[in-house]
């Protein structure tokens, strides 16, 4: 009998001292090789060790145009994929982002505590608005504008301490940071100010066709993006036709070789092996050798994590994750949407 208290005991100290952790990645594309090794590698460590929150986030989504049954089938997607990486529903919470109503609901309550100064300097806004509008401001939807105050919505509706990013989402992150500052000043300490976690390394893996800037999901540009689901003949054939130099000699040198660089670097995470071996192994070696070996470094990788995806996407099972996923979720952030509710004075009635 005590033994059983004591286990029961120990399992709530476990729980109580693991420490929250939230993250998200948007359905606007299929999974990239650098949300792999940028974010999702590492949450399959870090289910381990905190109390890990993860949402498809399709809201954010829909912050671009998007096809409706392309859509459906990308948050699908998403989803069986985290778990196919290696995410265990059993050990964290996955959920949609638009199954728990309070994110859009703090979302626009943090609209009126963010300025348009703030949101102005966003250096992801002035990207994906240039792609979107064609010299005016007049097609840019306003969701693209206001999405960081969605995104701090998401992290700080759960109080988490930890958030894990890419280099990439940094800005955003200081941004809810600085909101939950404010709003704790004005409002007597309604929020965590949640701390960056940064990937290790500080992994950012490049176009594949212009190695100057980030590989993103939702390149236009098909042959710029390895995806956690392309054929093994398409991943060949991206490697192959990876831009690199005419100078034929393999060295890291991010700046006056990035193509080569960014190969070197796929290589080095996924085998795990230091940049100074790469350049032992591949010395007097050629970029083909290297292509050829970074290409076998991607489908040792990529063909088992696709061998699980195709017996997840089957049947209900992902339903049932989601649908458990949000129910919890829901029950931290429908609480904290109340208190933030109360204490901005909208709601008179509830406590
Ligand atoms: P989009 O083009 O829609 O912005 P994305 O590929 O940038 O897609 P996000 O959904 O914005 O992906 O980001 C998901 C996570 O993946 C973020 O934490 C981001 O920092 C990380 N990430 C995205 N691209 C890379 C990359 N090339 N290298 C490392 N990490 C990345
Ligand atoms: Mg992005």
């Known amino acids: 009998m005590f033994d059983i208290i004591d286990i029961v005991k120990k399992r709530r100290i476990n729980k109580m001292e693991k420490q929250r952790m939230v993250t998200g990645i948007t359905p606007s594309g299929s999974m990239s090789l650098g949300n792999y090794l940028g974010v999702v590698k590492n949450l399959v460590e870090y289910q381990n060790e905190y109390e890990l929150f993860v949402f498809v986030a399709n809201l954010h989504a829909i912050t671009i145009p998007q096809d409706s049954t392309s859509l459906k089938s990308k948050t699908k997607e998403m989803t069986a994929l985290y778990i196919a990486c290696g995410l265990d529903p059993e050990k964290m919470t996955l959920f949609l982002q638009s199954d728990v109503f309070e994110h859009a609901q703090l979302g626009w309550i943090l609209t009126t505590q963010s300025t348009m100064g703030e949101l102005s300097r966003m250096t992801q806004f002035k990207d994906k608005s240039s792609k979107q509008s064609e010299g005016d401001n007049i ?54 100010v949640p701390e960056p976690i940064l990937t290790k390394g500080n ?20 042959k ?13 054939s991206k490697i192959k036709a990876a831009v690199t130099d005419s100078e034929n000699l393999i060295k890291y040198d991010p700046i006056n ?16 092996v230091s940049i100074d071996d790469c350049h032992k192994m591949w010395e007097g070696k050629n970029y083909k050798d290297l292509k050829d070996d970074v290409t076998q470094a991607l489908l040792e990788l990529i063909i088992p994590i696709q061998e699980k995806y195709s ?37 008179w009635y509830r406590k």
Do not use: W
């Not at 894990?164 to 704790?184: C, F, T, W, Y």
């Open 203 to 222: 992994i950012k893996i490049m176009d594949l066709q212009d190695p100057t800037k980030k590989m993103s999901k939702s390149s236009d540009n098909p």
């Open 257 to 272: 070789k990035p193509g080569v660089s960014n190969l070197m670097n796929i290589y080095s995470i996924i085998k795990n």
């Open 139 to 192: 097609s840019i939807p306003t969701g693209l504008f206001t999405y960081p105050c969605l995104m701090a919505a998401d992290i700080l509706l759960y109080d988490p301490k930890f958030v894990p990013v890419g280099v990439d989402q940094k800005q955003h992150l200081e941004l809810s940071r600085d909101i939950a500052i404010r709003m704790n000043n004005k409002y007597d300490e309604m929020h965590v």
């Open 224 to 236: 710029a993006v390895i995806k956690m689901l392309d054929t093994p003949a398409e991943i060949t």
């Open 311 to 347: 017996e997840i996407i089957k049947g209900d099972y992902l339903k049932e994750v989601l649908e458990k996923g949000a129910l919890k979720a829901k029950k931290i952030a429908h609480k904290k949407l109340n208190k933030v509710q109360n204490k901005l004075g909208i709601n």
